[in-house]
């Protein structure tokens, strides 16, 4: 299967970073097709111009080229830290660029934007891998999970993607080493059970940016 695996994270010393490469590897001993994205590192350019805003917009190359890769995915991982309850800037413009009426999703003919999306989407699968430094009780008291909600319904969701997973890694900023290697673990422990062993390909093929 072809898995897109994107990574927001500024510091490559994070444990974001470690996440995003315990997944890859998980995925690379399945033998699946891995085309990865850190987008801090690649400087992805977040900002949406006005031109580019339509279902018919002018779409610059590097989008239209990650619109092609979203497009052409059977899953998605995304890795990313909780700032603030939301993803963090340039994830956040990564999907009003590439998640595209057209691509991710469309309006049934004669609709002009006021009803319900179908979603687009080839990917069947979902993972979304979170990092905070709040406490998982005083997190759901004081702001619910709004990252659940923004990913699972607001996204994957409304663009077609059924199956979802979602795991926040808290608290990071006080975890010891051996929490850290344990969250590793469950990290290829659940990509491996979502995204299998795959019979079909004899290798994988990790791109990176």
């Known amino acids: ?24 590897g998980a995925l690379n001993s399945a033998r699946h097709q891995v085309l990865f994205h850190d987008l801090c590192k690649e400087q992805f350019p977040p900002n949406l111009p006005a031109e580019e805003r339509s279902e018919y917009g002018i779409v610059p190359p590097l989008i239209e080229q990650h619109c092609r890769e979203l497009r052409e995915s059977d899953g998605i991982i995304v890795i990313h830290p909780n700032w603030w309850g939301q993803p963090p800037a340039i994830l956040k413009g990564w999907i009003d660029r590439v998640f595209r009426a057209g691509v991710a999703y469309k309006f049934q003919e004669k609709d002009r934007g006021e009803g319900i999306p179908v979603g687009l989407l080839r990917a069947h699968t979902a993972l979304v891998f979170n990092t905070s430094n709040t406490p998982p009780e005083r997190e759901q008291a004081a702001f619910g999970d709004p990252l659940e909600t923004i990913w699972k319904n607001c996204i994957f969701d409304l663009c077609g993607v059924k199956v979802f997973h979602r795991r926040m ?3 990071v900023v006080t975890s010891t080493l051996e929490e850290r ?3 590793l ?10 995204f299998p062993e795959n019979t079909v390909s004899s290798k994988a093929k990790v791109m990176l940016p």
Do not use: C
């Open 1 to 24: 299967m072809n898995i897109l695996v994107i990574l927001a994270h500024p510091d490559p010393q994070s444990f974001n970073h470690a996440i995003a490469e315990a997944a890859g």
């Open 181 to 183: 290697k344990q969250w």
């Open 169 to 171: 890694f808290s608290v």
């Open 185 to 194: 673990k469950e990290v290829q422990v659940v990509v491996g059970r979502y």
